[in-house]
């Protein structure tokens, strides 16, 4: 049977269930086993070393309550989840993946050892008739065998019912993906549209430093009055080879990344002035104040 975490990926799930609440490690273990329906268990030897190598590169950190240590995450493991959220979101599906594995293992194994029993039960039917024949002790046997056919029958029915539940739970789990994905897609398009739109009301400095920046040229000293318009249609393409990922935050920061540096380098290029610095401010103190409304309060 291949491994049910592969490399790297029950660190990262560790993250994950610490991230939702402290826990300690029987903790840890006994969710792990819930996660895979009592199909698999960690073992504390597999658990607790990477509890304290999380620790030791601080992912994690710990407490003392009532003589056990209570593992928490902390902002540098956050950091990281957030970092790999594709890679748990892939996770999640092969957990699901490996709940189906198990159990059609376990159901083939149950249909071996059925028919182990069926054959034994034969062979001491058929030894105990040719010692005494036809008499009790050969009804019993094949009482046992009917019971041992009805014991493979329900368990067969449990092995079926857990595989199809792990496949419904797989289905469900790439349709939330998918949703989550499309969603992520849609908000850094959402955010593109917005940054535009700023640089389109801008004008000024920001207008002409984006027209010289997306379309060259050199910005002139006197915007005409339809500057901000024809810097607005220049930049209708600006940004497009970004493709968003899953990731909002990590699109965000690359969107502002490129801004800052392609407004930076038009200024280098060309020159700015210090009245066009000011003006500069202005536009970007308004720019702040209209992304921090459509972002929300802070939680």
């Given at each position: 049977m291949p491994p049910v975490f592969a490399h790297g990926r029950l660190r990262l799930y560790l993250l994950k269930l610490l991230d939702e609440a402290p826990r300690h490690g029987y903790e840890v273990i006994r969710l792990l086993e819930e996660r895979f329906q009592g199909l698999y268990a960690p073992s504390a030897g597999t658990v607790y070393p990477r509890l304290s190598k999380l620790e030791a590169?601080?992912?994690?950190?710990?407490?003392?309550?009532?003589?056990?240590?209570?593992?928490?995450?902390?902002?540098?493991?956050?950091?990281e989840l957030a970092d790999r959220s594709g890679e748990l979101a892939d996770l999640e599906l092969e957990i699901r993946d490996s709940v189906t594995e198990l159990a059609a293992e376990i159901r083939s194994d149950v249909r071996g050892a059925a028919g182990d029993l069926r054959r034994e039960l034969r062979a001491a039917a058929?030894?105990?008739?040719?010692?005494?024949?036809?008499?009790?002790?050969?009804?019993?046997?094949k009482e046992e065998l009917r019971k041992a056919r009805q014991e493979w029958k329900e368990q067969a029915r449990r092995a079926k019912d857990e595989s199809?539940?792990?496949?419904e739970e797989a289905q469900t789990a790439r349709r939330q993906a998918k949703?989550?994905?499309?969603?992520?897609?849609?908000?850094?398009q959402r955010i593109a549209g917005q940054l535009q739109e700023q640089f389109a009301k801008s004008g000024g400095v920001l207008g002409s430093l984006a027209g010289a920046w997306l379309g060259g040229g050199t910005p002139p000293t006197a915007p005409p009055a339809d500057a901000a318009e024809a810097g607005a249609d220049r930049a209708s393409g600006w940004a497009v080879d970004l493709a968003p990922t899953v990731d909002p935050a990590r699109d965000l920061d690359r969107l502002l990344?490129?801004?800052?540096?392609?407004?930076?380098?038009?200024?280098?290029?060309?020159g700015v002035s210090a009245a066009q610095v000011a003006e500069a401010r202005d536009h970007l103190a308004a720019a702040?104040?209209?992304?921090?409304?459509?972002?929300?309060?802070?939680?």
């Open positions: 590169e601080g992912l994690v950190t710990h407490a003392t309550e009532g003589g056990r240590k209570v593992y928490s995450i902390t902002e540098a493991g956050r950091a058929s030894a105990s008739a040719t010692r005494v024949g036809e008499d009790d002790s050969w009804k019993a046997a199809r539940r792990a496949r949703e989550a994905q499309d969603r992520a897609r849609e908000e850094v990344d490129r801004f800052r540096d392609d407004v930076r380098d038009a200024a280098r290029d060309r702040a104040a209209r992304l921090a409304t459509t972002f929300g309060p802070r939680p």
